[in-house]
């Protein structure tokens, strides 16, 4: 049977059950919420190509901020501000795309949309990845692509220069895509 939103309580404590590390537990709340981010962010960007990246997005960024979810509190309302929060993104990385130049060093503060084939896959894998990656291109990836630091914010807080930050970003997508495609 299909999840429903009204399952939001079990979602809940299978979401509290995975903060204490329960792996079974955050399977089935990230298998659950799937098709209900799915749903939101569709009714976010109706006609989008670009839809499924941002429901990639979501799911990266529910792993990555999971801690800060409060158990108190209903999640889907905690949800909600994430995928509303990964649609503005795209919002706002569409109109910097329409301003770019063909010139490398005309690139934007943020670094590109991680490759959508990259995130097709569960988010536990793509956690398990990320912890594979080496420190200096974890950090790189989850300060700019994550946490959505600008280069040179992220240059500044691991003590490289916006262009070694680029490359470390840029060689820990291809090591992720290495490790999930490969």
């Known amino acids: 049977m299909p999840p429903r939103d009204d399952d939001s309580g079990q979602w809940s404590r299978w979401?509290?059950?995975?903060?204490?590390?329960?792996?079974?537990?955050?399977g089935r709340v990230m298998a659950?919420?799937?098709?209900?981010?799915?749903?939101?962010?569709?009714?976010r960007l109706p006609g989008s190509g670009e839809r499924e990246d941002v429901v990639q997005e979501v799911l990266l960024?529910?792993?990555?901020?999971?801690h800060t979810y409060d158990p108190a509190r209903p999640l889907l309302p905690w949800l909600a501000a994430i995928v509303a929060h990964r649609c503005a993104d795209l919002r706002r990385g569409e109109a910097r795309q329409?301003?770019?130049?063909?010139?490398?060093?005309?690139?934007?503060?943020?670094?590109?949309?991680v490759e959508p084939n990259m995130m097709a896959m569960d988010v536990a894998t793509l956690g398990r990845a990320m912890a594979a990656l080496p420190e200096r291109q974890r950090r790189a990836?989850?300060?700019?692509?994550l946490r959505e630091m600008s280069v040179a914010d992220a240059a500044?807080?691991?003590?490289?220069?916006?262009?070694?930050?680029?490359?470390t970003v840029h060689r820990a997508i291809k090591a992720l895509k290495g490790m999930l495609t490969g």
């Not at 979401?15 to 955050?26: I, L, N, V």
């Not at 990836?141 to 692509?145: I, M, N, Q, R, T």
Request: charge should be positive.
């Open 15 to 26: 979401m509290a059950a995975a903060q204490d590390g329960d792996g079974a537990a955050y």
């Open 32 to 43: 659950a919420l799937l098709p209900v981010v799915r749903r939101m962010v569709a009714r």
């Open 61 to 66: 960024t529910v792993h990555t901020v999971r």
């Open 98 to 113: 329409v301003r770019r130049t063909s010139s490398i060093d005309d690139l934007p503060e943020t670094i590109g949309a």
């Open 141 to 145: 990836l989850e300060l700019v692509k």
């Open 156 to 167: 500044a807080a691991t003590g490289m220069t916006p262009g070694a930050l680029k490359v």
